[in-house]
């Protein structure tokens, strides 16, 4: 078992709908999740952060978390073509170094 | 303020060549990352530095690979004797602390190796 999986897609949504993206992770000492967003081509850049259950928002984009379930989304709502992209969940794992373990990306497709 | 910066940003060299990777986090930043992103793979943590030292070195993939952190700030990552399989985008990132709830990690533009 992958420690980190997502479904690599693509994930293809049209614009103005909801993009739910899914990752669950078998690390159970994992305390802190992340959510990256990766144009081609381009470095990783950091969109959301969660540390604890439930739900949190940012703007469009919304993280929810169950650690019982080993379980965290992000939510992008009225998805724009902008938005297409690869997106990495992380975690860092019970190793409390800071070092993150990553998911392999699902790629996001948002048409016109 | 300025993000996380690394040079240079193409690298292409023969196999068997020494090459070294630097990276410059951002101001203020005690914890710097090495990644590594292969074509087609995730990203693989490579090693980690709190202040000058390097609590977690686990993921350098063989002792061709080094890398020090000099003043708390720029580290170099260095590979000896590279590989084909050594070319891969090399990623670093940074952030406030390496421990605790402030694990947010930036990352710079990274360097693109390619080993002929």
């Known amino acids: 078992q992958k420690e980190v999986e997502q479904n690599s897609g693509p994930l293809s949504v049209p614009e103005g709908a909801i993009a739910s993206l899914n990752c669950t992770y078998s690390?159970?000492?994992?305390?802190?999740f992340f959510w990256y967003r990766q144009y081609s081509g381009k470095s990783p850049e950091l969109i959301m952060s969660i540390y604890s259950n439930g739900d949190k928002e940012d703007g469009r984009f919304t993280a929810q978390l169950n650690k019982a379930s080993q379980y965290v989304s992000l939510l992008i709502r009225d998805s724009q073509p902008s938005d297409s992209a690869t997106y990495l969940c992380?975690?860092?794992?019970?190793?409390?170094?800071?070092?993150?373990?990553f998911g392999q990306g699902t790629t996001l497709q948002v048409k016109p | 303020g300025a993000g996380v910066s690394q040079s240079p940003s193409n690298k292409v060299t023969e196999k068997g060549k020494d090459v070294e990777l630097r990276c410059d986090p951002i101001?203020?930043?005690?914890?710097l990352y090495w990644y590594r992103q292969s074509l087609g793979q995730g990203l693989e943590f490579l090693i980690y530095f709190q202040g000058n030292s390097a609590p977690d070195k686990s993921g350098l993939p063989s002792d061709r690979f080094s890398a020090e952190r000099t003043g708390g700030s720029v580290s170099t990552l260095t590979i000896q004797r590279t590989q084909q399989e050594d070319s891969a985008v090399y990623l670093c990132?940074?952030?406030?602390f390496g421990s605790g709830s402030s694990y947010e990690q930036y990352f710079g533009p990274g360097t693109r190796l390619t080993v002929t």
């Open positions: 990132a940074s952030s406030l």
């Open positions: 992380a975690l860092s794992g019970s190793s409390n170094t800071g070092k993150l373990i």
């Open positions: 101001s203020g930043h005690t914890a």
């Open positions: 690390d159970r000492g994992s305390q802190s």
